[in-house]
């Protein structure tokens, strides 16, 4: 595989990826998906049996990644424009996908509560959620450290939301963690 995905080299998506099991045929939505950077590299994993919904508030993201996607000839990218903190506001069916990648996302959330809640009305059952975030510690690069959500305290969040069992932390990179949790 060629990965296409371009900019961030703090993050191998085809190592994550592979950690998280992603494979052919899944439905995966890419929360919080900026430049693309883990969507391109799904839509290629997934295959044209699969589907890829790379959603954001910012129309200038998916704007980039609809081009991308255009370039690369990734027809199964759907891109989504979403206010992700409002449940019921994602244009995705209900309890319709494998996989939701939180990626350098939740830390910026002001309402994870509802943010996570979202995430999970459109999970499958046995679906899963990929979280990674940066570490809650000093790192050279990354936004400020008290503007970061630790380790912990993103399990707090999923426990106080409910529905959810964790089945995996690793280590994607120097300066992140990773969650993979699965809808009861």
Request: hydrophobic fraction near 40%; aromatic fraction near 6%.
């Amino acid at each position: 595989m060629t990965t296409i995905a371009t900019g961030n080299k703090l993050l191998d998506p085809e190592k994550v990826l592979k950690e998280i099991k992603v494979e052919s045929g899944m439905r995966v939505a890419d929360f919080g998906c900026g430049n693309g950077y883990f969507s391109l590299t799904v839509a290629e994993i997934v295959g044209g049996k699969g589907q890829v919904y790379a959603v954001d508030i910012l129309k200038s993201s998916l704007d980039t990644i609809n081009r991308e996607a255009q370039r690369h000839q990734l027809f199964n990218i759907k891109t989504v424009w979403s206010n992700l903190e409002i449940v019921g506001a994602t244009k995705i069916n209900p309890e319709s996908l494998d996989l939701i990648l939180i990626v350098h996302t939740l830390y910026q959330s002001g309402n994870r509560i509802d943010f996570l809640s979202e995430a999970l009305r459109l999970l499958k059952p046995k679906g899963k959620i990929a979280i990674i975030d940066w570490i809650k510690r000093p790192t050279p690069i990354g936004p400020p450290v008290d503007d970061r959500i630790s380790e912990d305290s993103a399990r707090q969040v999923l426990e106080e939301v409910g529905g959810l069992t964790e089945l995996e932390a690793f280590n994607p990179g120097q300066y992140h963690y990773a969650l993979i949790l699965e809808k009861n």
